[in-house]
């Protein structure tokens, strides 16, 4: 929840809401199974999730919010075009005229890595993991060979 975690603290640090009028958390969550091996570990597998985002007395505009949710998402989510992620909603409902109340869903898809550790709490395929972060480094292009010098 690394994407729900990262856009409630941007809107916090943007003043667009106050912490106390900010909460936020998953629901639907769904898993996938991938298991797709790396360097230092795997990539167990993709959580999918809506980041529920509900915010009270909201001071920004309508258009402000709708810019500096698609920017943040635009800069820091960017494989969500290469996903199958839906489009963000919100409802908002204004208080008076110069706040509202909003509840904003965003959809997210995120990777899970284990890492391996000598003592770590999963067993997977007869080694220890514990979840983490790495870098899956991916070739863009490659030379097959068959082994022999010429």
Not at 33 to 47: D, F, N, R
Not at 51 to 63: G, H, L, N, P
Not at 121 to 140: C, F, K, M, S
């Given at each position: ?81 290469n996903q199958a992620v839906g489009q963000p909603q919100f409802d908002y409902d204004p208080t008076d005229n110069h706040t509202a109340d909003i509840q ?45 010098t010429r």
């Open positions: 929840m690394k994407k729900l975690t990262a856009l409630k603290n941007y809107l916090i640090q943007l003043q667009v809401v106050t912490p106390e009028k900010l909460v936020a958390y998953p629901e639907n969550n769904r898993i996938d199974i991938i298991s797709k091996p790396g360097e230092k570990g795997l990539e167990i597998s993709q959580v999918t999730y809506d980041a529920i985002f509900e915010m009270d007395q909201v001071k920004v505009s309508y258009t402000a919010l709708v810019a500096i949710i698609s920017a943040w998402l635009a800069e820091q989510d960017t494989a969500r075009n904003l869903s965003i959809e997210f898809c995120e990777p899970v890595y284990l890492v391996e550790t000598e003592h770590g709490p999963i067993n997977y395929d007869h080694q220890r993991y514990d979840t983490g972060d790495y870098d899956l480094w991916v070739a863009e292009t490659g030379e097959v060979t068959d082994g022999s």
